[in-house]
């Protein structure tokens, strides 16, 4: 069956940088649109970015010019490269396949001031 695992998560301050990983197995994952998601405290879980299987990728408005996704289809590996981090930003993170509807256990992040 299809699997997700995020990691990367952690607490950082603000204006500092992350990098999360979504491993996947049980499916062809060069074949398939990726997306993150993320879910404060308190609020619904929200898309932050997708990336398409030829790495077409679009962002929400709020992470637009800090947040990077990507993919690397040889390691079944998306990626979000955060930078400038808020405290807004402080949420559990999401993968998400985008086809079937898979989601990941999610990882912390927390971003202080």
């Known amino acids: 069956q299809v699997q997700l695992v995020e990691s990367g998560g952690g607490l950082v301050q603000a204006g500092g940088s992350l990098r999360l990983s979504c491993v996947a197995s049980?499916?062809?994952?060069?074949?398939?649109?990726m997306g993150w998601y993320r879910q404060a405290p308190g609020k619904q879980r929200e898309w932050v970015a997708a990336?398409?299987?030829?790495?077409?990728?679009n962002y929400a408005d709020s992470v637009k010019g800090r947040f990077t996704v990507s993919r690397d289809n040889a390691k079944n590996t998306l990626y979000l490269q955060m930078n400038s981090l808020k405290p807004e930003d402080t949420a559990v993170y999401f993968c998400?396949?985008?086809?079937?509807?898979?989601w990941g256990q999610g990882t912390q992040v927390t971003v202080s001031s």
């Open positions: 998400k396949e985008l086809i079937r509807g898979t």
């Open positions: 049980g499916i062809a994952f060069s074949r398939v649109a």
């Open positions: 990336i398409t299987s030829t790495s077409t990728t």
